[in-house]
């Protein structure tokens, strides 16, 4: 069970690394995290690199694609290579997926054209402008093996979902038990709908 | 308001990535991956490396020092440079922190000693050597600025409670809506108390 992770300048980490700690839970994954070169990639912060094994080009196929979002989509919308070779793997998987605005980039390879799709909340005009539409839930799964999670930390519910998709009902849960997933988050702003106008404008004004 | 986190070969990336994406949302700021020395080092399975950018030694002081853990720990707790700098850097915090089997890098510290604290579900014993009483909760604040995580995912939790700690509710939820979370796990398996038992054998024979 080959799982693709391309990586990027300006990826947010947490939207490959969730799905990653939950996926390499089961025995039969193996997961290599790609890039248009191998090497260290920096985050949107660029506090943080995350290290590509493989080059895209020797990448040509995969099981499961899982395309992470982060700043570094907005430029990489118009990466042709890039798409093409999303296109290219999107056409040997069971599974093509992505966390964050990582749809963003599955829109603009055009595969989301005519079908419901989610992103971080803060992008639903850019993925409805590849043809998708957007449905505010965590996890959309959609015919031809295309699921698309919310922001960032909804790529852990995906990869749950995934892992049951994967290799059964028991084996998910193994690995929701082994990453010890009982969230229990001390306040209730995880959605656009539940967040408060505070909070909304203090990420608004935080630059 | 400066956090340090140290990585290591063997690291479990989630338990850093998650804190790390939920902080990183705060103005104020400036997170720095160290270790004992700058470059890359490879997680439990060695399929994804994260990058120190700071020599331990460089690292003299903290505002928040947030330990991760990960199949490494189990040699680190006898690193006795690694054990002087925790006990260093600690001695210049406001929060020392850990998640997942970090809590055993503090405990092999000594700063647990007497303490309730929290680990992996899979590491009791372990933490209860350090003299630390192991509490079955996801997050556990002490006096003196101890705040231990469960295993791996609990560490959002923890981040977000930390980033109330730093910069008020306001803000904290802001960081919670950064990173849609907004949890909707397909299972309730998330903790050794709720999982089934075949879930627990998945794990156990899963090598």
Redesign the interface.
């Known amino acids: 069970m080959r799982i693709v992770i391309p990586i990027f300048e300006g990826i947010?980490?947490?939207d490959a690394?969730?799905p990653?700690?939950v996926l390499?839970?089961l025995?039969e994954s193996d997961?290599?995290?790609a890039a248009h070169a191998p090497g260290?990639y920096a985050d949107g912060?660029g506090?943080?690199?995350?290290?590509a094994?493989a080059a895209l080009q020797d990448v040509t196929g995969a099981d499961v694609l899982l395309v992470p979002g982060g700043l570094g989509t907005r430029r990489l919308v118009t990466d042709e290579p890039l798409l093409e070779w999303i296109r290219r793997v999107h056409a040997t998987t069971r599974w093509t997926t992505s966390v964050?605005t990582g749809s963003l980039l599955l829109g603009a390879a055009g595969l989301l054209d005519g079908l419901e799709a989610t992103t971080?909340?803060s992008t639903v005009d850019a993925l409805e402008s590849y043809g998708a539409t957007y449905t505010a839930r965590?996890?959309v799964e959609q015919p031809g093996g295309i699921i698309t999670a919310?922001?960032?930390?909804?790529g852990?519910?995906m990869a749950?979902?995934l892992a049951?998709l994967i290799a059964g009902?028991?084996?998910?849960?193994?690995c929701?038990?082994?990453?010890?997933?009982?969230?229990?988050?001390?306040?209730?702003?995880?959605?656009?709908a539940?967040?408060?106008q505070?909070?909304?404008d203090?990420?608004a004004h935080?630059?």
């Open positions: 947010t980490a947490l690394v969730g990653y700690d390499r839970v025995p997961v290599v995290f260290p912060d506090a943080l690199s995350l290290v094994t964050c971080h909340w965590r996890v919310a922001g960032v930390s909804s852990i519910d749950l979902r049951e009902r028991v084996a998910a849960e193994a929701q038990l082994a990453v010890e997933y009982d969230p229990q988050p001390p306040f209730d702003s995880g959605s656009y539940k967040a408060s505070e909070a909304k203090f990420l935080r630059g």
